[in-house]
């Protein structure tokens, strides 16, 4: 399960968010994609799909803190958060129908990130 830790105090807060990985049987290529934050990107490979999803996500934390909108954001994705005894951000579950769709390669990933908090 992804969580994402609020850290009043602190300038960053750490996040794991699972990133599925799956060939698309008609381009040929391979996407990454993240329900939790709804962010995607694809490469040809494996490693460039992974390299192109950091640097959506980099764009992601810097749109983000610039914004002030993080909160906002994680609620409006259905992102829960809990306050006791230290603030989380609980996200919503990867869909069953995202996992048991068809496909010839699929992987999920966990990225580690850090987030202005």
């Known amino acids: 399960m992804t969580t994402l830790t609020a850290a009043p105090q602190g ?8 990133v599925l990985l799956v060939l698309d049987d008609d ?12 962010l995607s990107s694809y490469g040809d490979t ?10 959506a ?14 909160d906002r954001l994680l609620l409006a994705l ?21 996992l048991n769709r068809p496909a010839h390669s699929r992987r999920i990933l966990t990225e580690q990130v850090l987030l202005p908090a």
Do not use: N, S
């Open 27 to 38: 381009t040929g290529q391979y996407v990454a994609y993240c329900p939790a934050l709804e």
């Open 57 to 70: 996500l980099q764009f992601f934390i810097q749109d983000t803190a610039e914004r002030g909108t993080l």
């Open 78 to 98: 259905g992102w829960r958060l809990v306050k006791k005894p230290t603030p989380v951000y609980e996200p919503p579950r990867l869909p069953i129908e995202v």
């Open 46 to 55: 494996e490693a460039e799909a992974e390299a192109a999803f950091e640097e």
């Open 11 to 18: 300038r960053f807060t750490q996040a794991e968010v699972e």
